[in-house]
C-alpha cells in the first residue's frame, strides 16, 4: 500500500516508516499539518496515518478539509489525547479507525492491514474458524467439531486473539497488553495461566497435542492441523 | 435557628423587637395614663366640691343651738347627685348621700386631701377628696370602676394590637428581607449555572450602588482569577497528556523495532520485553495522573449510558481467579442474572480492577475473595471482600488519600493511587465508594453506582473488539 504518514514527531515518524516499509508497503513522511493536507489531496495514496497535534494544521482540520475537497482515503488518527471526546470527534470527522499514543507496533501494523483489506471485505469478522474450531463472536459462542465448548470471558478474548490470525506469534506482551489495556497486576505470568486454561479446556485427550504451541523464548502460536 | 434563612432570621429578630417594644410602651404607659386619670378625676371632684360650696353651702345657715328650728336640708346640684358627699359644718354633719355602704363610714380619719378608701361591702375602691371652705368641710368622692374601666379598655386594645403589629412587622419584615435580599438570590443561582458548564457567565451586576454590588463585584473578580486557574489546569492537562506520551510513544516505537529485527540474543530480548512493560506502566501512570489532575480541575464527566454489568463482573472474576492462583484464593460471585447501571464500561472495569487488585494483594495465602452486588432502589451495590488482618484504625481514614500506602508493608507494590482514583471515578458517576468494614475477619469495599432497567432495545451482544 502507498502509505502517507503526518506526524511532527521525527523519531516516530522514522519508527513507524521503516516498521511500515519492513510490512512490503511504500511510504512518504510529513511533519507539518499543511503539507500534510497538499501531499494527501494528490489522492495517491492507499491510507493515511494522520498525528492530531500538527504544526500548521491540526489533524482534526486536515481531515475535515480533505472530506470537504472530497477525497476519501482512509484516515487512521494517532494521537496522545486518549479522552473519549478526542475519539468521538476523530471519528465523526471522517477518520476510519483511531489509535492512541503510546502504541505497539505490531498493533499498528494490524490496523493498517485491516483498514487495507477493507475496500475488498467487510472488517466484520464474526464468525472464525481455525481447524476444528469455530467461534461466533456476536453470540460469544465457541465449538469445537460441532460440540459446544464453555470459556470464560478471558478465555474467549484470548482466542479470539490467536484466531484472528491464526499461524502468526504473539509474544506473551502483547498477548498482556491486547487483553488489558492498562497495566495492572496482570503479567506476563497472568498470561500463562490463561493460556494453560485454555489449552485444558480446548484439549480432547492428554495425547492431542495442544492447538496453542508455545514458540520458545518468542511466545504462543495457533497451529492449524495440515 | 441556624438553619433558618436569612429572610426568616431578619422577621423573627424584627417580630420579637417590636412585641418587646409594644409590652415595655405598654408598663410605661399603663400607670401613667392612671396617675393622669385619677388626677383629672380629683380635680374633677375639687371641682364638684366648689361648685357645691358656691352654689349651696354659701347660704347655709346653721341652726344656733337649743333653737327648735329645723336644720336647713342641703340639696345636692344634679351634677353631684352620683357621688358620694359628705358635708360637715364645723363638727356637725349636716348631709350624707344616701348610700346603705356609705352610712357609718367616717371621712374624719382620712384627714386633708385625697385618698383611695375601699368601702364596707364594695368590690371596688372609691376616691376621695377633702376640701375645706369657711366653716364647711366637704368630702366629694366617687368609685373608681370609671378608670377601671379605661384601664381594662386599653389593656384590650393592646391585647389586639400586640397580635396584629406581630403580623404585620413578621411577613412585613420578611417582605422588606426579601426584597432587600433578592439580588442575592439572583445571585445564588446565576452562581450556580456559573461552573464547568458555563464557566464564562458572571454574576449580574445590581443597579443600585450598595454592599450588594460591591461583593458582587469582588465576586466576579474571584470567578475572572478561579477560571484563569481553571483554563490553565485544563490546558496543563491536554498538555501534559501531549508532551508525557509522546516520548513514550516513540520509546515504544524504538523497542517494537528492536525487538522485530530478529536478531536479539534471547536475553537482550528479555530486557526490551521488560523496557516495553515499563512503557506500559509509565502509560498507565500519566494516564491516571491526568485522570486526578481532572478530577481536581473538576472536568472528570463520564457519558452515562446503561450498561450490563454481568459481563463487566464476570471478566472480573475471571481476571481475580488467575491474579489469585498463587496464593490459591477461592473467588467467588453473587450477582443477579440482571444488573444494569449508568456509567462508562471503562472507568468501572478501572474501580473494580482497583478494587480486585488490592484484595488479592492483602488477601492471605488460601484465603477468599467475595464479589456481590446487589440493586437497592435506585442504587447498585457492587461490593468486593477478601479474608486477612484488618485494617489498623488509625489508617482507614487516610486509605483513599493519594500516594498512601495505609501502612500495609513496604515489599506490596502499587503507586498508592488505586483506590484514590477509584473513589474519584465513583463519585464522578454520582456514586461513591466506602470501606464497608474491616474487622480481621474480612475486609470489604461497596462501590455505589446509580441503577438503571435494562435498555429497551435489547441489541445483540456488544461486540467486544480485542485488539480495540
Known amino acids: 500500500m502507498r502509505i502517507l504518514v503526518v506526524e511532527d514527531e521525527t523519531q516516530l515518524s522514522l519508527h513507524i516508516s521503516r516498521a511500515l516499509t519492513r510490512a512490503n508497503h511504500t511510504v512518504e513522511i510529513r511533519h507539518d499539518g499543511a503539507e500534510g493536507f497538499e501531499q494527501a489531496r494528490s489522492g495517491q495514496f492507499d491510507l493515511i496515518l494522520l498525528d492530531i497535534n500538527l504544526p500548521n494544521m491540526d489533524g482534526f482540520t486536515v481531515l475535515r478539509k480533505l472530506r470537504e475537497a472530497h477525497i476519501h482515503t482512509r484516515v487512521l488518527l494517532l494521537t496522545a489525547r486518549g479522552e473519549v471526546g478526542d475519539r468521538v470527534n476523530g471519528l465523526k470527522a471522517g477518520a476510519d479507525d483511531y489509535l492512541t499514543k503510546p502504541f505497539a507496533m505490531e498493533e499498528l501494523l494490524a490496523r493498517v492491514e485491516v483498514l487495507g483489506r477493507r475496500t475488498a471485505t467487510p472488517n466484520n469478522e464474526t464468525l472464525l474458524e481455525a481447524g476444528p474450531l469455530r467461534m461466533d463472536v456476536v453470540h460469544r459462542k465457541l465449538t469445537r467439531n460441532g460440540a459446544q465448548v464453555a470459556l470464560s470471558p478471558r478465555e474467549f478474548e484470548l482466542l479470539q486473539i490467536f484466531m484472528q490470525e491464526p499461524g502468526r506469534t504473539f509474544s506473551r506482551e502483547e498477548i498482556c497488553e491486547r487483553i488489558w489495556e492498562r497495566e495492572h497486576e496482570y503479567d506476563t505470568r497472568t498470561v500463562e495461566i490463561f493460556i494453560m486454561r485454555l489449552r485444558k479446556k480446548l484439549s480432547v485427550s492428554e495425547s492431542d497435542p495442544p492447538l496453542i504451541e508455545t514458540v520458545r523464548g518468542v511466545g504462543y502460536t495457533m497451529k492449524l492441523p495440515a | ?468
Open chain 2, 1 to 468: 435557628m441556624r438553619s433558618w434563612s436569612l429572610k426568616t432570621k431578619v422577621s423573627v429578630y424584627c417580630l420579637l423587637l417590636t412585641t418587646l417594644a409594644l409590652l415595655g410602651t405598654a408598663l410605661m404607659i399603663f400607670p401613667v395614663v392612671y396617675r393622669q386619670q385619677l388626677n383629672e378625676l380629683d380635680d374633677n371632684l375639687r371641682a364638684n366640691a366648689k361648685q357645691l360650696y358656691e352654689d349651696v353651702l354659701v347660704k347655709y345657715k346653721p341652726t344656733q343651738p337649743g333653737s327648735k328650728q329645723k336644720p336647713m336640708t342641703v340639696i345636692l346640684p344634679a351634677a353631684l347627685q352620683r357621688r358620694y358627699v359628705v358635708i360637715n359644718y364645723g363638727d356637725t354633719e349636716i348631709f350624707r348621700s344616701r348610700v346603705p355602704s356609705f352610712k357609718s363610714v367616717d371621712l374624719r380619719a382620712l384627714g386633708p386631701g385625697d385618698h383611695t378608701v375601699r368601702l364596707p361591702d364594695a368590690d371596688r375602691d372609691s376616691r376621695f377628696v377633702q376640701a375645706q371652705y369657711d366653716k364647711c368641710t366637704i368630702w366629694v368622692g366617687t368609685r373608681l370602676g370609671v378608670l377601671d374601666d379605661t384601664q381594662a379598655t386599653l389593656r384590650m386594645a393592646y391585647w389586639i394590637a400586640i397580635p396584629t403589629a406581630m403580623l404585620l412587622v413578621f411577613f412585613g419584615g420578611r417582605l422588606l428581607a426579601g426584597s432587600a435580599l433578592s439580588p442575592v438570590s439572583a445571585m445564588t443561582s446565576a452562581a450556580e449555572r456559573i461552573g464547568a458548564n458555563a464557566p464564562d457567565e458572571r454574576l449580574p451586576v445590581p443597579q443600585s450602588n450598595d454592599e450588594i454590588l460591591r461583593l458582587t463585584v469582588v465576586l466576579n473578580q474571584s470567578f475572572d482569577r478561579l477560571q484563569r486557574a481553571y483554563n490553565s489546569a485544563a490546558r496543563f492537562s491536554a498538555d501534559a497528556s501531549h508532551q508525557l506520551k509522546t516520548p513514550i510513544a516513540v520509546l515504544r516505537a524504538g523497542l517494537d523495532e528492536m525487538r522485530s529485527c530478529g536478531y536479539l540474543e534471547p536475553m537482550e530480548r528479555e530486557t526490551v520485553d521488560t523496557l516495553v512493560a515499563q512503557t506500559r506502566r509509565l502509560t498507565t501512570l500519566v494516564e491516571d495522573l491526568l485522570l486526578l489532575a481532572q478530577a481536581d480541575a473538576g472536568r472528570l464527566k463520564i457519558e452515562p449510558l446503561p450498561i450490563d454489568l454481568t459481563p463487566i463482573l464476570s471478566t472480573v472474576v475471571d481476571d481475580t481467579e488467575v491474579l489469585g492462583d498463587e496464593k490459591q484464593l477461592v473467588v467467588t460471585l453473587h450477582a443477579p442474572a440482571q444488573l444494569y447501571a449508568k456509567g462508562d464500561p471503562r472507568r468501572i472495569n478501572i474501580i473494580l480492577q482497583n478494587l480486585t487488585e488490592n484484595a488479592v494483594k492483602y488477601n492471605r495465602q488460601n484465603g477468599k475473595l467475595r464479589i456481590s452486588a446487589q440493586r437497592e432502589g435506585a442504587w447498585v451495590t457492587i461490593s468486593v471482600a477478601n479474608t486477612g488482618s484488618a485494617i489498623p484504625d488509625q489508617h482507614r481514614d487516610r486509605l483513599f488519600e493519594r500516594f498512601n500506602r495505609a501502612g500495609m508493608g513496604e515489599n506490596i507494590k502499587g503507586h498508592g493511587l488505586g483506590l484514590n482514583i477509584a473513589r474519584e471515578l465513583a463519585r464522578a458517576h454520582g456514586g461513591d465508594l466506602v470501606l464497608v468494614r474491616s474487622d480481621g475477619e474480612w475486609t470489604e469495599f461497596a462501590l455505589k453506582l446509580p441503577a438503571t432497567e435494562a435498555p429497551m432495545l435489547n441489541l445483540a451482544p456488544a461486540l467486544k473488539v480485542v485488539a480495540a
